[in-house]
């Protein structure tokens, strides 16, 4: 089977840095994705992994390890609008499926 | 530049009830994918339609049928309606090719009675 593991709650000031970890076990691995999604809204993609390392976009970067299953995303000056739900998504062996965690939902503090 | 667009935004139905939920892709994009979202849970996937014909399939029951049109929208089907079908219903349209980034159109959050 496929199995994403997020942090359920995380919580952090603004001007803070915080690390969302996500362990995955999945059958294929053809990349990994991080979405953002506020309540109510659709996800929004914020970034792309298929290779080992770190991928920098901005306040955004996400790291990739496909040996240990692991991978995290760094969000860095937060502010109060980050306060949102933080997904991330494996697609397995195959083109298009995507297997989503729960996802980690990210309050920001004044 | 059109992003995903969803219709409607908002449906109430009763049990036993048929719904039909409709998606138009991003603009250049040919690939639509499917995806049910209970309360607090991660997006699960439905199906994916490519050239018209349904390219993959998650574990949902035959209740749930989808189309694909030759400009690329989509309808998604749901028959014989369930209180657990309440549900934020997602598409995502993406390129078919080596990254297949989808996005996210804003969803039909789906009230079943």
């Given at each position: 089977g496929q199995n994403i593991d997020q942090p359920t709650e995380m919580t952090a000031t603004e001007g803070a840095i915080v690390q969302i970890n996500c362990t995955y076990q999945t059958s294929g691995f053809n990349g990994l994705f991080w979405y953002q999604q506020h309540a109510g809204e659709a996800p929004t993609f914020l970034s792309y992994n298929v290779l080992d390392g770190l991928e920098e976009k901005g306040r955004f970067s996400s790291f990739l390890s496909r040996s240990k299953g692991y991978s995290y995303l760094l969000l860095k000056e937060l502010q109060m609008k980050d306060s949102a739900s933080y997904l991330c998504a494996v697609r397995g062996s195959t083109l298009g499926r995507l297997y989503f965690g729960r996802g980690t939902q990210l309050t920001v503090w004044p | 530049d059109a992003g995903v667009t969803q219709s409607p935004t908002h449906l109430i139905k009763t049990r036993g009830q048929q719904v039909t939920l409709r998606c138009s892709p991003k603009s250049g994009h040919d690939t639509v994918s499917w995806y049910q979202q209970a309360l607090g849970q991660g997006p699960q996937f439905i199906f994916q339609y490519y050239e018209e014909e349904e390219r993959q399939r998650g574990n949902f029951p035959d209740r749930f049928s989808g189309h694909q049109f030759p400009n690329y929208s989509s309808e998604l089907n749901v028959n014989a309606?369930?209180?657990?079908?309440?549900a934020l219903y997602l598409c995502a349209s993406s390129l078919r090719g080596s990254t297949d980034t989808q996005y996210f159109g804003p969803g039909t959050r789906l009230t079943v009675l």
């Open positions: - | 309606l369930l209180l657990g079908d309440s």
